[in-house]
């Protein structure tokens, strides 16, 4: 009997695919695809233009044209196109702060077959020259900066990790950087040439050791430089990063064995509450895994939040709580909290929950 009806199911779909593919076409393209080639950035908008055929006998509308990105506008023919005639669908492109290769698509919904229609463009932008001051926004004293701060992304407490950050010297001098900086142990830095001749550019030398750094998420921490200027010698950053723990390959079976955290839900939203109220959830998990887990920290993303677990250190099989309370003190309107869990789960070492209100003032 089952086989019977998959076999009338299949019969049917087969049957409808056969009889689409069947349908004559009443409208026609004059291509689907356009490549610009390479564009220039400081020329502005490209534009191309698809032509729209009427093979049919009755009239064409077309009904939508819609663009995959806001950086890509259609103009189209919003009369109908009469048997024989031709319309036009018009495809700007705007290149403004959008270097290298792009890959858009505008999709055409129309009156007759085929009613949906995927028209695309593509191409490569060369970048526009940028000015010192576009290029280095941040400046200190004679130096400039792409950015005051240094960012290391997310890294692991596999190894240390060595990142270089362009600087440039805007001033009539030669600036000297001297042999010594503030910063934690687990930074090392230098500047490569220390001396930098007017209009120069110089590389920042960064080595960060998150092992030594010993905490994990999301770190921010100052470094301090010194220059043999004058005034504003000293060069203040903020190195940062987002640290995991690292855990090694492992086959399926390793990771079978391993810890598992398993929560019920990730997020909860006490929806709309009075302002100064004090919510709690808890959130409820499991370990699902072979072996015992350990939550190593909990981090939440404001001052206002306090996360605690039950107990860090949860056998196989066994459940436990993480209780969040959020202060909506001075808080007001829609609010999104995170709360993150650092464990030695390998396969989610940073685990996030996620906590919502709309927080009314108080009248």
Known sequence: MLKSTLAIVFTFFLHNLLFAQSIPAKIAFSESQHDF?????????????????????????????????????????KEGILPGD?????????PLNRPGKFDKSVTVKSSLQPTVKILKIEGYVNPKSLSVEENYPSEIGAIRFKSKFLNFGTITTKEAVTKTFDIYNQSKDTVRFLDR????????VKVLPT???????????????????????????????????????NKSLNVIATVLEYFPPMTEEELAK??????????????????????????SFKNTGGSP???????????????????????????GLITVIFDTKQRR?????RVTLFTN?????????????????AE
């Open 37 to 77: 080639g390479t564009i220039e950035e400081v020329d502005g908008s490209v534009k191309h233009t698809f032509e729209v055929y009427n093979i049919s006998t009755d009239t064409l509308f077309l009904e939508s044209v819609r663009a995959s990105c806001g950086c890509t506008t259609p103009f189209w023919s």
């Open 86 to 94: 031709t319309g036009r669908i018009e495809v700007a492109y705007n």
């Open 181 to 188: 900086s503030v910063n934690g142990e687990f930074l090392r």
């Open 195 to 233: 001396e930098l001749a007017p209009n120069e550019k110089a590389e920042i030398v960064v080595t960060y050791a998150p092992k030594m750094r010993g905490d994990l998420g999301f770190l921010n921490d100052q470094l301090v430089m010194f220059t043999d200027e004058v005034a504003h010698s």
């Open 258 to 283: 391993a810890p598992h955290i398993d929560f019920e839900e990730e997020d909860f939203d006490f929806g709309s509450i009075d302002q100064g109220d004090s919510l709690v959830h808890a959130f």
């Open 293 to 319: 887990l350990n939550i190593r920290k909990i981090k939440s993303s404001c001052d206002c939040t306090i996360s605690e677990a039950d107990k860090n250190d949860i056998a196989a099989g066994e459940s």
């Open 333 to 337: 309107g829609p609010q999104v909290k």
């Open 345 to 361: 789960d390998p396969t989610a070492p940073a685990k996030d929950l996620v906590i919502k209100a709309y927080v009314k003032e």
